[in-house]
């Protein structure tokens, strides 16, 4: 996307006529304008010649912010942010003030303090009698540096009228323009009756002028355009403070010295060292130290994590304990902190469906307010009233109406949203994906990585009560020294166990490994073999007892992975490995049920393990056994129930994060998983899903409020600044207020949209835990039968000989899927099995003889 920095716009109206300015060129696919941070993003391959060309047609100027940058691509993200973020208005507006209020004093002194409250003038005014054309000349002087001093609004507004597309510039520029004119007239006026000595004519043109309106218009706009510069600077008050994260300089070793180098020299593979009380320069691997990290900056989190060698870190944290050697892995614009700033930027660049409303109103709201203001003139004139009644009504419907609220109701909420999440580790990526959040009704997780913690972790351990001679630690010891040369993921679980619990290892010889089935090794001259129950049943020189077998049914039902252990040919204990769940689970679910949101666990993994995980993690809904495109399908048929989340952290959900309403994917999760996202979850943190939600619908609440009272108020007002309760109610509006009124409407939407800094983040409702016992299981069958899920309980595994390779996984599979009844197989050569999912009841002799026509041998 290419970025314009847009000069000039003052409303909605002034957004929507860029918008379809630029849309019109050729080679541009899309473009969105930003009135909060005065930006444009374009998207396409049209001329940035003919782009800009564009924009100034339209009326307004535009410059590319990425010209300085593209000698410096490591930095040019921020560098734009930046001069997004750089606020140049308010102090031009704090001048303009400062002049117009000093001269506006003296005007109203000149004015209504003479007339209403008696003040004293200098004696050349009322020497000989009051000199009424002096008096006049002297407020017309006034009015006319104060217009002057704020010649913006009339450059901006004639310009876009000539142009053909009225914004709020144009309104305030007629309105007071109008007040000017006509007073001049009257000045004149009283000129001629002051050559005829008509003394009559000579005060009723005196309180004709309204030289004081044309002044007190222009002022008050700009004091609510003061109000709002400084309050919109203050939504991107989160953005700012992640720039100001954005380390400067880092110390890196070159030719065996430490070596002080600004952040833009950092390449990648650079080794750099950080000491106690440092900020990390760039994101890195330690290779050398162990310290405490404060990753608060980027998580939102306070308790410093411990790091160790071969663990990662992120440019802007800070290490709070030792001193550490690193390798910068990602440096510029690869560091997560630049990610972050990026997406935040592109998110309040980018433009929510929901402004669509505000668009569509914006871009006829000025001309119809000219309009009603012409209309209101009309009708004051034809049923008799003053000239100056008719005009005073005209004058107020056009500085009254605001069409700058309207167009600031949307990206103000969405810019402190997506703030307010970044500080907190979450991340919408877009404005869309902010707003659609909010919407979900239906949230799928997925199991490994997400639910769970992705790492096999020893859950129990059980002894032969026959085996008299060991104990749980000696037990363990002889098990993680067998397991301590394999590099299956179940061994380095029970070496991770062995590590935690103390256990010093002893060294295995003779080691022999079988795929599928298990180890045996010589330990302190015995013999020693692990694996699962078919292997070790062969291994044992007595049966297995039955309530050892009966033991591992029960592990197994429970979704865990039962290990055999034994020694000279008998057996010591079973020692259970399972992916078990993250600590805030349970929490996230119950906050996502508290919602009112429908949970689901999607799965690739087996049916029994899905289910003994779901019912831990009090899910009602399994789907299992689901292939990467086959949790697309489920995705589709879930969206036809409502709104879908979609939550993974891996490369096979990437289609499902993509097809789903809204995908979000745990910080920790591949950058296929990262990319195909629209949220990221920075923390890991399951129950950040639940707070991602709820931010949004308060997002939403906000942005729907804001709406309501842009709208209202011009409801409200317009009418009694035409005088339409002038006869009812005896209620009129002076233009001096309705200017004040138009200044303090947009001040109010963003003043309600700063409110949003104040959502509690930490979720403290205590949602009641609904424990379900039996979680039910599902497959999505051509997205559509008599409920979108049909219920599978029928699973068989079958024992397999014979499969080497993919090869034969694959000649195995069609072998089985031909039988009717079967209605898919998940082969594996390495497991020496085949799991298939049954429609309907199919013999034992069906299977052996499919299997033994391919080739292979049924063992079980």
């Not at 609510?224 to 309050?231: A, F, I, N, T």
């Not at 949970?599 to 993994?605: Q, S």
């Not at 409407?745 to 963003?750: H, I, K, R, Y």
């Amino acid at each position: 996307m290419d970025k314009y920095e847009i000069s000039g716009m003052s409303c909605a109206a002034c957004v929507a006529r860029v918008e379809k300015a630029v849309s019109k060129v050729e080679g541009v696919s899309s473009c969105t304008v930003s009135l909060l941070t005065n930006s444009m993003g374009v998207e396409g391959n049209a001329n940035e010649n003919q782009i800009i060309q564009a924009v100034k047609n339209a009326g307004y100027d535009a410059k590319p912010l990425n010209d300085s940058e593209k000698k410096s691509t490591s930095s040019s993200s921020l560098n734009q942010t930046e001069k997004l973020l750089e606020n140049k208005e308010t102090p031009i507006l704090v001048k303009r003030l400062i002049y117009s209020s000093v001269l506006l004093l003296a005007l109203m002194y000149v004015s209504m303090g003479r007339a209403m409250l008696n003040f004293p003038l200098p004696s050349w005014f009322t020497k000989g009698g009051t000199n009424y054309v002096a008096i006049g000349l002297l407020q017309m002087i006034l009015s006319a540096v104060i217009m002057l001093i704020n010649k913006k609004f009339f450059v901006s507004g004639f310009k876009s009228l000539v142009h053909a597309s009225p914004n709020m510039d144009s309104l305030v520029a007629m309105g007071s323009g109008v007040s000017f004119v006509y007073s001049t007239i009257m000045l004149f006026g009283m000129s001629a009756a002051v050559m005829n000595g008509d003394n009559e004519k000579i005060l009723h043109y005196m309180k004709n002028l309204y030289f004081e309106s044309a002044a007190m218009i222009v002022t008050l706009i700009t004091i609510g355009k003061l109000l709002e510069s400084v309050s919109k600077g203050r939504t991107t008050s989160a953005l700012k403070s992640l720039m100001k994260l954005a380390p400067k300089t880092a110390t890196v070793i070159r030719d065996g010295n430490e070596v002080e180098i600004q952040i833009e020299d950092v390449r990648k593979d650079d080794i750099f060292v950080v000491r106690p009380g440092e900020n990390i320069p760039v994101d890195g691997i330690i290779i050398e130290g162990n310290t405490a990290i404060n990753e608060s900056a980027l998580t939102g989190e306070s308790i410093p994590v411990d790091k160790k060698e071969g663990d990662e870190v992120s440019a802007a944290t800070t290490n709070q304990t030792g001193f550490i050697k690193c390798r910068a892995s990602r440096v510029g614009e690869d560091t997560t902190l630049s990610q972050i700033i990026r997406m935040v930027s592109d998110a309040a660049a980018t433009k929510a469906p929901i402004a669509k409303i505000a668009d569509k109103v914006s871009g006829v709201f000025v001309p119809v307010v000219i309009l009603i203001a012409t209309i209101t003139f009309i009708i004051w004139l034809s049923i008799g009233a003053e000239f100056s009644f008719a005009l005073r009504h005209a004058i107020a419907v056009l500085v009254v109406s605001c069409p700058c609220a309207l167009g600031l109701a949307t990206p103000v909420a969405i810019m402190v949203g997506s703030g307010v999440a970044a500080k907190n580790g979450i991340l919408f990526k877009t404005s869309s994906s902010l707003e659609q959040a909010g919407r979900t009704k239906i949230v799928a997780l997925d199991k490994t990585g997400t639910l769970t913690k992705g790492e096999p972790v020893v859950t129990d351990i059980v002894l032969n009560e026959n085996s008299k001679d060991s104990n749980i630690k000696t037990f363990l010891k002889k098990a993680a020294s067998l397991e301590s040369k394999s590099e299956h993921p179940l061994a380095k679980a029970i070496i991770q166990k062995a590590k935690d619990e103390k256990i010093e290892l002893k060294e295995v010889k003779d080691f022999i490994a079988l795929p599928g089935y298990g180890l045996s090794a010589t330990l302190e001259g015995k013999k020693i073999a692990g694996g699962n129950f078919e292997y070790i049943s062969k291994v044992c020189s007595n049966s297995i007892e039955n309530e050892m077998q009966k033991k591992a049914e029960e592990l197994s039902l429970q979704g865990k992975t039962p290990l055999f252990f034994v020694e000279n040919e008998k057996l010591l204990g079973i020692i259970a490995v399972a992916d078990v769940l993250k600590e805030d689970s349970v929490q996230a679910v119950q906050e996502l049920k508290g919602l009112g949101l429908n949970v689901v666990l999607l799965t690739g993994d087996n049916q029994r393990t899905a289910l003994a995980i779901a019912k831990n993690a009090q899910i009602e809904e399994v789907i299992a056994g689901v292939l990467p495109d086959g949790k697309e399908k489920v995705i589709k048929a879930l969206k036809a129930k409502g709104s879908v989340c979609m939550v993974g952290d891996g490369i096979n959900d990437a289609p499902a994060l993509t097809l789903a309403d809204t995908g979000m994917a745990i910080g920790a999760g591949t950058d296929v998983a990262l990319d195909a996202a629209d949220v990221v979850l920075v923390k890991s943190q399951l129950t950040d899903v639940a707070t991602s939600i709820r931010l949004s619908r308060k997002t939403l609440t906000n942005i729907h409020q804001n709406l309501f009272w842009a709208f209202f108020y011009n409801i409200i007002l317009i009418p009694i600044a035409a005088g339409a309760y002038h006869h009812l109610f005896n209620l009129d509006m002076n233009p001096m207020f309705g200017a004040a009124a138009m200044s303090l409407s947009s001040f109010c939407v963003v003043m309600n949209a700063l409110r949003l800094n104040f959502f509690k983040i930490k979720n403290t409702k205590h949602y009641k835990v609904i424990k379900n016992p039996n979680p039910k299981s599902f497959i999505i069958e051509n997205n559509k039968d008599k409920n979108n899920t049909k219920e599978s309980t029928m699973e068989k595994t079958l024992k397999i000989e014979g499969m080497m390779c993919q090869n034969c996984e694959r000649h195995v599979k069609e072998a089985l899927e031909k039988i009717d009844g079967v209605e898919s197989a998940t082969t594996s050569h390495e497991k020496k099995s085949a799991v298939v999912k049954l429609s309907k009841e199919v013999s034992d002799s069906q299977f052996e003889k499919a299997i033994t026509d391919a080739g292979y041998k049924l063992v079980k």
